[in-house]
């Protein structure tokens, strides 16, 4: 906003303190200012920290309980309020992703409060007095109850490759308007690769990548992607030109060209969504989308729900009938954390014969995340 | 924002701040009765009166494009800022349907600029100029491009009895959360008949009613029906009483016991089961909750895809091939409108030997519609 | 079953045993004949024809009917071995479409029969002796009752182009299975124009084609085509070489390159699937596939849903509200059928005072359908 | 068929036996043979020997491979053939549930070999010489590539208490066809507690039952529940006979009156309604429905697929960040198996100070069921 002229700000101060009833603009003043305080630290942290915010988010949350006054209503339209904020803070802001891409929130129905208080229809009034906001809240995301986080609503507008976005649209329980290449002409821009940027494919995983090629050999791959986009490019156009129908003329646009959508879908299945996409194994393009999605935009308009989602779903482990079973005779044995050797002794009776065995791999990788291998 | 003038800046604030709440007041007043004008308008009149609302809604809608000065921008928010009103005048207020059961809209995401917003993106640049939003979601509803209409999203609260929840809860697409009689004690209210309120079985539908009882046969079976919910009443608190799971003490509540849900789904969707539950075929006590959801909140909510809808799906008719035939012979031939014994001769072969025919009754009773048999 | 003969039992028995495997042989070989020639009449011949296709599907049902003897389980049991025969015909049978597409049936579950065999559920035994098959599934289609006609699955295994294929998974309902281009190289194949089968853009349809370019100009569009493809090839190829991950490799093929994917979903859905795609105003692409589905397999397979699916869905025609009126004040004036200036006069009010409109545009063309236009 | 005569019994062996091409019989009598042995081990087994029972199904997998010779195609339409054997010994069959309800396989689409032929798919050729069908299967599986297993279908016919019904129907990614009371009169059935199977109320839990009532108490509310339905049996008999429609008749029918209906879904989604419903947590009525569809139906009909499901979902245990912590503090203070102490010493922080917290109660549940707390 630039610089502002003391004496206006001083006569503007002096006005509002002249009248009470110009106390909602303070009071929305000081949400904002509240609201970013809030949003500052759940960006500028990483996960490491998490647990610290959360304190300082529960002391907030403490707080406008208190600011709230007595009535439950009250405080929930002060939630609200908060809420509609933070909102208007984020809609329409263009988070850049990839070269070219963005993705970006158009509208949200429901926070936090809105999942709570459908849990409560089914729960009844029963739990009412046992059970706050978040401890419900995370209570419903330990036990799979998906339907309140069904009660929320968002919508986003994005930008993709084709390439990336054929993986998203997979997903079927998103609603989804697309940018259309049968009615307009395609959009001028494709994925561009940096020459330091070219993956290897991965010899373990069939389906990864690992680890970078030579920026060498990578400067003449980007050379050649920028020979044939422009190749593409002048086909496309050549095409248009000569008349051809534009439903046709787009037959063989790279999958890099950049296509926009509009993206809604309820809360539960967006959680889904980040769940598979920000997963280490899967494409590194959708993961930079999940991530930014999820992090920028899911977490500072739902904070409960996303630390229930993380704690919860992300960071969570899932061990197999098999893997529980190994985990018991080794603690029946005393041999935790176990060695090599002892691991080997107690594993499934199906693997020892095995050479090679994924499954064991596994086993063993997550038994190591929790220092049960030494 | 470009430089202002500060002293410019100055009188603005001066006024503005010495005002700001007479200013709020009066543009939210402003609002409100010109929203009320248009939501009456649509209230009060029948069906055939529509016309002439349109022209008036038309008006308003002018008027606020006008108002709104020259960037769309500024009219968008104002349909928004129009929007967020009639939400606010609508949500959590209670339209009671049947003797003790009600629907209340709880949140609604978007409203008819935001169909038309996704469809854009659809369709691109190229046809803004050519059409305003009104023709444009004509457009999508009479071609059934639904997928804008996903756009939007309403929630409601609903109490509903158990029996007509049972054919609600049919339509899959929706989001629910229903009040669960594990974790709570039942509601405690059965829907009542009132003694002119019997059905009589319909002959010629065998799914349907048509006529009511003899309201002094009604009458014996309303004193039955009190003292059933009496004893059903008795039956489930007397188990509770003795300490039965709350699970299994409702095991024989009567099916028409309120329960209470949330309910939530998209606009495209919501029409869906509204064509299909506003029906004169579909039952009675699903129709009222359909049509008090339909024309006392879809209506003023959405007051362009409404008539859109009403326009191109609750009122259109749709032909078969084999009537379109008839049609077509009948005006080849110069007969219409057809008398009886034409129809009779024009009639689909497949029909002719039969001595009852649902498929010709149907066919006679749309051209009776459209005048077409006199 | 009655009482039978004992001496007639055994000599019945005695030739059966003797000949068992001829006479299995015999009335596999009489299913076959009998199904191809009911196939043949639905192949060969095109809609005009279908009335007289239907007498005979209707002479081959009842003689049907005769051969399985009195019980009704007895037919069924006939009607459940003819369908798996059509079935064995057609499994696995590649089907081309477009230059190196094909669809082609992996599986099918269920048959006409089991349509009305879920229908009667709902509607109980007391309708059991009004309607016979035939009439109870078209009413249900008549009555978009769709819930039986989920009861049918059906299971293809499709050859698309990439650009084809992202209008294709845009129907949410289907279960996919796609190949992977992360896992697998990509399929060596995009598809083809012919110097010929350049479309025009249409001018009257923003987003469709209308006639062909002038094959001359066809020539260099194919060659520039051809050199494209062998370009964007040897891209892949070389990324492949350098050992470029194959998920990144993929980002830059043209949206012609040929994939495969299991595709699976309930008759109802494939219905509204093919009622879109079969569409005129459809992309030829995706036209070809569905034509190609529809005819070629789901009639087949469901002979008697597909004739309902025609008549009442696909060849139907919706009326709205304004074009009933326009229909009825034109019946109610004598006026029918119209001359251009009687239509005009009769016309909607919304439309009178614009110059074009679509909407009339495409009533006018309705009432030409059925005869009603001079 | 009754009694046959054993001279012509004899005579049909002996053509048979004369003739190589009635192998084919004896094929499938050794199929039948063999299926009923596996069915046998997986029914009258329990968890504990299902090891065995693999290792026993291994060997009949490789009989089978080994029998089926050298191509891949004739082991496949082995194993469909055993399939269909399978089917067809389920077909039909009523497998009773509560005191007058039943689930029965209607009809199935594919198998285990479906399965992995549709991931095959995905991972193209590249894969197939690495994994074998199991190894594959359990892969999908373990990593929730779960859209494999929707290329698999299942259609049942249950009767069901409306009561319990409610539930079920919740799951919506199912098709359905329920019994119409509006159409046809109500089953005349309502589910009966016999004086010993009356549930207490469970205190830990507001949603569950725990425990029974004392018989002696349990025998007047079985008298009170017998009274109750012939009441309410008399009233709805009263109504019909007195011309009240049937859709308004039934509205006071109790919810432990049984329904029918045909339900079919695809295989992923029935893992997860069984996984939910057959959860100790889920109410005991539904729990005997989704155990008898998972052991009795889904098993035999998917051995792989099932195994698979028990190992990685149904037994599997999901540890959240904060247990896992937990479990990683106590392994890197070498103190596992822990004591109480130990324990409560390595908590998460957020419980610390909680004197009930149900998160940690869970958390050292889980611990017990490894052997990791003393």
């Known amino acids: 906003m630039g610089r502002v002229n003391i004496d206006v700000l001083e006569f503007y101060y002096t006005i509002i303190l002249q009248n009470v009833d110009k106390l909602a603009f303070l009071l929305v003043s000081f949400v904002k200012i509240f609201v970013n305080f809030v949003v500052k630290i759940f960006y500028h942290?990483?996960?490491k920290g998490l647990h610290k915010e959360h304190k300082v988010y529960g002391?907030?949350?403490?707080?406008l309980k208190l600011v709230s006054g007595i009535t439950e209503k009250t405080f929930q339209e002060w939630i609200f309020m908060l809420n509609q904020v933070m909102m208007e803070e984020l809609r329409w802001k263009k988070f850049p992703v990839l070269d070219d891409g963005?993705?970006?929130?158009v509208d949200v129905m429901g926070n936090d409060a809105a999942i709570t208080q459908a849990a409560r229809v089914s729960y009844g009034e029963g739990t009412r007095h046992v059970s706050d906001d978040r401890t419900l809240l995370r209570y419903l995301?330990?036990?799979q109850h998906t339907t309140p986080f069904e009660m929320a609503e968002i919508k986003f507008l994005v930008r993709v490759p084709m390439d990336c976005w054929r993986q998203w649209i997979r997903h079927r329980t998103a609603s989804v308007n697309e940018y259309s290449t049968r009615y307009s002409l395609a959009i001028d821009s494709m994925q561009k690769t940096s020459p330091d940027a070219w993956r290897l494919q991965a010899v373990s995983n069939?389906?990864?990548?690992?680890?970078?090629?030579d920026p060498e050999v990578g400067r003449a791959l980007t050379d050649e992607e920028t020979m044939f986009h422009e190749n593409a490019r002048s086909l496309y156009a050549g095409r248009i030109d000569q008349g051809v129908a534009r439903e046709q003329a787009r037959k063989d646009l790279p999958l890099s060209t950049y296509t926009?959508?509009?993206w809604k879908m309820d809360l539960h299945?967006?959680?889904?969504?980040l769940a598979l996409r920000m997963e280490p194994n899967a494409q590194q393009e959708i993961v930079e989308y999940a991530t930014t999605i999820g992090r920028q935009i899911v977490r500072p308009l739902f904070p409960l729900a996303w630390e229930a989602f993380e704690d919860y779903c992300l960071f969570s482990m899932k061990l197999s009938r098999l893997e529980q079973e190994v985990v018991a005779r080794l603690a029946a044995r005393g041999q935790l954390p176990a060695t090599l050797e002892q691991f080997m002794e107690a594993q499934d009776e199906s693997w020892r014969n095995l050479e090679r065995c994924r499954e064991r791999d596994e086993c063993m990788e997550k038994l190591s995340r929790m220092n049960l291998l030494r």
Not at 59 to 63: F, H, K
Not at 102 to 105: A, E, I, N, P, S
């Open 45 to 47: 942290k990483g996960h």
């Open 59 to 63: 002391v907030a949350w403490y707080i």
């Open 102 to 105: 963005f993705v970006c929130l």
């Open 141 to 143: 995301m330990r036990h």
């Open 206 to 213: 069939r389906q990864g990548s690992d680890g970078f090629l």
């Open 260 to 262: 926009e959508a509009y």
């Open 269 to 273: 299945n967006l959680f889904h969504f």
